[in-house]
């Protein structure tokens, strides 16, 4: 029997209630546990038909071994590919795409180089013009990573002087420029299996643990409008991207939601933060949502959900791809088609291949 598997770091309280509510739910059908990993090799299944993936996007070897499972069919969620891909620029262009409100933004280079590169490397890029950017985006402004997370480096600036200070300490940091939305509500918004919606008041200014402690502000017909708004742009934005679970900010102007930050592919559901009501809801649905791919589970295949942006995008790519499962002899590339192998050949006695693959060599910097 396979099984489903939740894959966590520091947190305490979701896991375990995770895998006591699928034990409760799935009557014997399946089992839930703490994934249990020991030696990995590549194209090697494991024995889980479903992953919750809560950590790897601090632990690396984690990520490796979620895509190995995906590839061998594990349902992991997130799905680990997307998730290696996102970054907030990228996803702030697609909610634009999908007809979701985002602030005004810009992606900035990095402050210092990256090692191991010069000025030589950078002949493609044209001087900033500051004043340009500023008139655009106009102050109050956040400044952000395009690729972070926890509000580590999130900066709220006021005027040149401040964003310039704040941008000398940030490094390698590839930031984001973005008008700052002045609130009258805001919510988080739990969205699971590309369905279920939760939308929780959520006080960004409160401490920590104060920050769902906290009431709508727009009440009335307006406030149903509003609700029913945020949840049509939670689930435009999770099925553009493609992630099963996943949080969403909006900040409320004049009525209108704007996103703020979508991509939180193992946001915080942990008891003492989110508090007793909207953890019971999280552990319900995550329950749910891991049980219903369990049951979709096909051995062999992709269980993994795609963003309609992918799956839009897979359309194009080579019609004559090698069919699952199916291992072919690698043969010499001819010189039209050196470019890309589609599949290497996956030997059953590991005999060492002959010509390894040249590693891709480094573009001079
Ligand atoms: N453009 C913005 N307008 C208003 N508040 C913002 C904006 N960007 C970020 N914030 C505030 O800063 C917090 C952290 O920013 P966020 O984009 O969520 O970064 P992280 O991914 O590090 O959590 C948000 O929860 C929100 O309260
Ligand atoms: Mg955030």
Redesign the pocket.
Known sequence: MKKIGILFGQENTFPQAFVDRVNEKAGGEFTAEFVSIDQVEQNVPTDYAVIIDRISQDVPFYRAYLKNAALTGTAVINNPFWWSADEKFFNNALAVQLGVPV?RTLLLPSKERPDDTSERSFRNLRMMDWDMAFEKIGFPA?M?PHS?????S?YKLHNPEEFFRAYAETGQLVMLL????E?DDYFRCYCIGGKEVLIMPYE?RNEFHQRYATQMKTTGPAGEKLLATIKDYVLRLNKGLGYDFNTV?F?VRDGIPIA??FGNPAPDADVNSVGQQNFEWVVEAAANLAIEKARAYQPGRDNLTWGTFVQRSAQNGFQDSIPAGKTVAAKKPTAAKAAAPKAAAAPKKAAAPKAAAPKAKKAQE
């Not at 972070?148 to 580590?152: A, V």
Request: hydrophobic residues 40%; charged residues 25%.
């Open positions: 602030p956040f952000k972070g997370g926890g509000w580590k999130v973005q008008e700052a939305i609130f960004p900010e900040a703020i930050d």
